[in-house]
């Protein structure tokens, strides 16, 4: 299992390194970010100043050298627009999207696991069919149209919950549900794929045939194994709120990092967008590293090895 973490452990630092250089690099090749800055008015002389002041002159190697080095220390240099450290930036707004982040996927696998669970158990049964319809629903409904249906519906019809904003935790129910809906069809369809094929196991019937107990049979034998790869998946699926959160947080109005990003981009804010490509993209890899290692301790094959 050592080496199992070991090989993982140096994949993800590989990953890491080429994310970064391949984030680095589009920015550059989208355009001159010298004329970006200076913008559509701007003359050749104010562009060839911006150009040097920021260092965009230099070699593209020799620029993410240097931000390279600057960013594993913490550095990720001053933004453009807002005038700050980036790090406290985003330091400053990415509570706000680890909160949103974590609700979203608890809330989505407290939704989608039962449910998966139960309609493996009823295959074809009322409870199989709703579950097929939100799994569908899910994958069809794009985020922004679903929250903007949630705010009419109950911030402005209904009046049970406010629209946007972070002040108080029902400031977040509705963000939540849209951020965890998106996720539950395909945590819902692999929990009853894998229900479905542990039930059929021999080891299944065995358990069955020696008259043990039905919950004890669904809770320890089989869903313990069906849920294996559902743990990678949600951590994937976390990575990827915590780096697509800014659609919602945008809908809400939440200042998170995810609505920074669109600011930043909005406003050719180089420094900003860079840094948080590489802070998504290594939530992302941290926690598909995380689901690997968990993975290997559940399986008893590797624990043995």
Not at 6 to 15: D, E, H, T
Not at 50 to 76: E, H, I, K
Not at 149 to 169: H, M, N
Request: hydrophobic residues 55%.
């Amino acid at each position: 299992m050592l080496q199992f973490i070991l090989k993982r452990l140096g994949l993800a630092i590989l990953v890491a390194f080429t994310v970064s250089f391949i984030s680095f690099s589009l920015l550059f090749l989208s355009g001159d970010p010298a004329a970006a800055l200076a913008g559509e008015t701007a003359s050749g002389e104010d562009i060839e100043a911006l150009r040097r002041l920021y260092g965009f002159d230099r070699p593209m190697l020799v620029q993410y050298g240097d931000w390279l080095f600057s960013a594993l220390r913490g550095d990720f240099g001053e933004s453009y627009y807002f005038r700050l450290p980036v790090a406290s930036l985003i330091a400053d707004r990415l509570s706000v999207t680890m909160t949103l982040g974590v609700c979203g996927i608890t809330f989505a696998l407290l939704t989608a696991v039962p449910l998966g669970v139960v309609a493996a158990i009823r295959p074809n049964s009322i409870i199989d069919r709703i579950a097929l319809f939100i799994s569908v629903a899910g994958q069809a409904m794009p985020s922004f149209w679903f929250g903007l249906i949630l705010i009419v519906v109950f911030a402005i019809q209904l009046g049970w919950l406010p629209p946007s904003g972070t002040d108080t935790w029902r400031h977040f129910i509705l963000p939540t549900v849209v951020l965890g809906y998106y996720a539950m069809p395909a945590i819902m369809r692999l929990t009853r794929a894998g229900m479905l094929d542990v039930l059929n196991s021999d080891y299944i019937r065995t358990a069955r045939a020696k008259g043990a107990n039905e919950t004890r049979v669904m809770f320890r034998h089989a869903l313990r194994n069906a849920i294996i790869p559902v743990v990678s998946l949600a951590a994937v699926q976390m990575g990827f709120m915590l780096g697509g959160s800014i659609v919602v947080e945008s809908i809400f109005a939440l200042h998170g990092a995810g609505y920074l990003a669109w600011e930043s981009i909005a406003r050719n804010d180089l420094p900003t967008v860079q840094a948080l490509i590489l802070i998504f993209s290594m939530f992302y890899i941290v926690f598909t590293f995380l689901a690997d290692v968990l993975n290997a301790w559940l399986d008893p094959r590797m624990r043995s090895s």
